[in-house]
Every structure is written in C-alpha cells, then in structure tokens.
C-alpha cells in the first residue's frame, strides 16, 4: 500500500525511520555512512559527516540518503539530493572533521519490494513505491 507523501510533509516521513544510510559516490567504491539527518528549513543536515564524507561531497555532491524501515514489509523512505559542506570546505585542510554536512533534497520516494499479494503501484513502477512530490 503506497502512502501519499510530499516533500513538505519529508519531516513527517523521517519521523517514521531511526536513522538513514548516507550513499556517497567514493573514489573505488560507494561510500556508506549510518547518519541521524535533521530537517532544517527543506534540507537535510547530518552532524559531524566524517571527513571522507566531506571530501566526497565536495568531489561529488550527487548522493542518496536511504532510510530502513523499522520493521519487516515496512516502506524505505530514499531521498535524492545534492550534498555540501557549509563554508564550502572539504574536511582536507583542516585536522578536525567538519561539523555538519547538508543534503538538499531534489527526489524522493517511499519504497518496499513487491511481493505476490502486493497491489499494483499507482506509479507503475515494479517495485511497491510511490513518489514524493517536488517542494515549491
């Protein structure tokens, strides 16, 4: 079953999740953060990133952030964004990690694999998903 979500309404959806895996593009391989995102003003803002997760924001700002469900046959909230460090630096320059890193959400959807009893998705998409609407 597909429940309608907005963008507007993303604080409510994160309510329904623990904590979310932050998915960076890495130099070798994807990078994975577990990551308690905050809702500020329709960004995402993680606390104390890690450097490597600086670094790769600054060389690479398109990532996922992807928010288990609490319970088994439960919706995965995935948000797509573009990730960055306040004061633009990268967590190279300076020993200390930086203090936050923001994602700026661009795409999201709520989603659960499709089982045999599934209904059909309003969206048409294989999967049980269902967008989330773009914020204004």
């Known amino acids: 079953m597909s429940i309608k979500v907005d963008l507007g309404e993303l604080g409510a959806a994160m309510a329904e ?14 990078h994975v953060l577990a990551v308690v995102p905050r809702l500020v003003d ?6 104390s990133p890690g450097r490597s997760a600086a670094a790769l924001a600054a060389e690479h700002p398109a990532v996922t952030l992807v928010f288990p469900p609490r319970r088994a046959g439960g919706y995965s909230l995935i948000v797509d964004g ?14 200390d990690a930086p203090t936050a890193l923001t994602v700026r959400p661009g795409h999201a959807v ?27």
């Open 17 to 30: 999740h623990d904590f979310a895996y932050l998915l960076s593009p890495g130099r070798e391989r994807p």
């Open 42 to 47: 329709g960004a995402l803002v993680i606390d």
């Open 82 to 95: 573009d990730a960055s460090v306040p004061g633009g630096g990268t967590g190279r320059a300076a020993p």
């Open 110 to 136: 709520l989603h659960r694999p499709a089982t045999g009893s599934s209904e059909p998705s309003p969206t048409g998409c294989d999967g049980d998903c269902k967008p989330l609407d773009r914020q204004a």
